[in-house]
């Protein structure tokens, strides 16, 4: 596999158009870096009654990191939270080449080649692992 076959289709149109990038008034906010590559995501989440009710990101970084952010948002917006870390916990399997249920991933299996580039997985969970540490209530990374 060679980084063309990577950037497919999906990943280009979410890194050059990204959904959702925008910060969210009185959203629960979620700030991580990747010191490795110096990708950097802010995670907004609005949680209404236990459901993701609205998500959106900030941040810079490379084609993989703002894609799977924007197909996060897109994908956890009205799940409940426990099904958002289901969703989170397969998607982080898919990328790392183990096991996963990609019936539920829909869009989100494009991002599956990272597994063959190890440097670009941390750069595909940055905003998964934001959205998993702002539903365990835990702070930002400085």
Not at 16 to 39: E, K, S, Y
Request: charged content about 25%; glycine content about 8%; hydrophobic content about 45%.
């Amino acid at each position: 596999m060679n980084l063309q076959d990577l950037y497919r289709h999906v990943i280009l149109d979410h890194s050059q158009r990204p959904r959702n990038r925008h910060a969210l008034a009185n959203a629960l906010a979620v700030r991580l870096l990747n010191p490795t590559c110096g990708d950097e995501v802010t995670l907004y989440l609005t949680v209404e009654q236990g459901v993701v009710a609205d998500a959106s990101f900030e941040g810079v970084g490379c084609s993989i990191s703002i894609a799977s952010a924007s197909m996060l948002t897109e994908a956890v917006r009205g799940l409940p939270l426990s099904e958002a870390l289901v969703l989170s916990r397969a998607f982080r399997r898919l990328v790392q080449g183990e096991d996963a249920d990609v019936t539920k991933l829909g869009d989100l299996e494009a991002l599956s080649g990272v597994r063959q580039f190890p440097a670009r997985i941390k750069c595909a969970l940055l905003a998964w692992n934001a959205l998993e540490q702002g539903i365990r209530g835990e702070p930002d990374e400085p």
